[in-house]
């Protein structure tokens, strides 16, 4: 079997609790196959970017580079989280856009295949993570690497005339050409991308999954990522005996648990989900006090000003939701900013009813699948799921809602606090027989099926 090569802005290191989506379903990935893990090592560092370290547990090879302070504000603060993670997420308010920043990501990705390329053989796999490494592939082939190299976008791909608003889209999005596979979420991404082939991008879509551009033949594929379901499964059973679960249990006193699990970002949707269940507290006076709210956001690009705004915001909100609500015995919104261990996390999602995911636009989320995969078959919960997140497309059991409806989240909460059990039984079936089919292995052996069959 050739090796793999994975590449991401990080990479989660072996005694590292991951807490991005993106680094939990890769090392779910790479720990059944092995292989190579090579990204940025996660510190800012003085006098110079590009120092190696390696180190190696079970079956993978950790390789990171460290970056200096000044390459990370313009690589990832700037052009990474401040261009294009807003674009990606149809925000094109919040874009901001700076040659200076481009410039630097363009170094950065240079650096990574500086660094990459000397180190491949001929028939290695390179599998290349997300908006960060957009143009990797592409300096890669001007190496001289000819094996096989996939792409796959964990973040959404916005419509065509979005993209084409970035200044110098095309000299970034058509490195993209480069590649053997380009992996997205959903059909709906696909598409979207193939239409920004069309009117903007200068390729053509034969049809069938295949673009020509620039000279070359792709694949371009949904890949719906997942999670490792029966890991979780096993995981919330045990970690009902953990300390952590068993206060917040205790805690709840015999009140109905509410539970949302996001970084904190504004593509999670979390002022809008605040309002949400405030007005689930006016339109539902009767269930008042039966159900607490925890809402579980750790701080994230903290440097970044639209994410110390959104910080302070939510503060706001949650203070006037208490202060509008609570009762001396009993406090409606919990909001606590902290990082729990990935176990623990899973058995609070078991001791919730209700599971509250609704993002304004997500690649995928897979907070949404865990809970579904925490609950206790014989009492499940109910998922309440944003119809814009990439998972609304397989969890179609769900509560579905529109995150910007606050009437429709909040009855939809009223729904799920109150749903008999024999239909949170069948929802529930109908989401883990899915689950288990599609894992975070199946994602990865479909995904790597498809590259490699491209020569
Ligand atoms: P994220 O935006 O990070 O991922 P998501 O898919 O929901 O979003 O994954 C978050 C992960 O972090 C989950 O595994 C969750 O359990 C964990 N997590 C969140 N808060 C935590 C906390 N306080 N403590 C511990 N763990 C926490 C990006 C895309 C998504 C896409 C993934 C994977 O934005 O759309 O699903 O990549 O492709």
Known sequence: MSRLIVVSNRVALPAEDPSGGLAIALRAALEE????????????????????????????????MDLEQGDLDEYYDGFSNRTLWPLLHFRLDLVDYDRKTRLGYRRVNEM??????????????????????????AMLRQRGVRGRIGFFLHVPMPSADLVMAMPEHRQLF????????????????VDRFESYVRLYGGGRVVGGGEIEAAGRTLRVGAFPISIDTSEIERQAQAALAKQAVRRLRTSLESRLLAIGVDRLDYSKGLPERFHGFERYLLRHPDQKGTLTYLQIAPISRGAVDEYRQLRRQLEQI??????????????????????????????????????LVT?????????????????????????????????????????????????????????????????????????????????????????????????
Not at 117 to 122: C, G, I, S, T, W
Not at 320 to 332: I, M
Not at 347 to 354: E, I, K, L, N
């Open 359 to 455: 993002p304004l636009r997500d690649g995928m989320n897979l907070v949404a699948k865990e809970f579904v995969a925490s609950q206790d078959p014989a009492n499940p919960g109910v998922l309440i799921l944003s119809l814009l997140a990439g998972a609304a497309q397989e969890l179609s059991d769900a509560l579905l809602v529109n995150p910007h409806d606050l009437d429709g989240v909040a009855d939809a909460i009223a729904t799920a606090a109150t749903m008999p059990l024999d239909e949170r039984r069948a929802r529930w079936t109908a989401m883990i027989e899915h689950l288990r089919r599609h894992d975070i292995h199946a994602w990865r052996r479909a995904y790597l099926g498809a590259l490699e069959e491209r020569r």
């Open 174 to 189: 058509s490195t993209l050409y480069s590649y053997d596979l380009i992996g997205f979420q959903t059909r709906g991404d």
């Open 112 to 137: 990574f295949a500086d660094r990459l390329a000397p180190m491949l053989r001929e028939d290695d796999v390179v599998w290349v993570h997300d908006y960060h490494l957009i143009p990797l592939g």
């Open 318 to 355: 949650a203070g006037h939701v208490n202060g509008a609500h609570a009762v001396p015995d009993w406090t409606p919104l919990r909001y606590v900013n902290r990082n729990v261990p990935h176990a623990t996390l899973m058995g609070y999602y078991r001791t919730a009813r209700v599971g």
């Open 33 to 64: 196959r092995g292989g190579v893990w090579f990204g940025w090592s996660g510190k800012g560092v003085r006098g110079g970017s590009g120092a190696l370290h390696e180190s190696g547990e079970g079956g993978i090879r950790y390789l990171t």
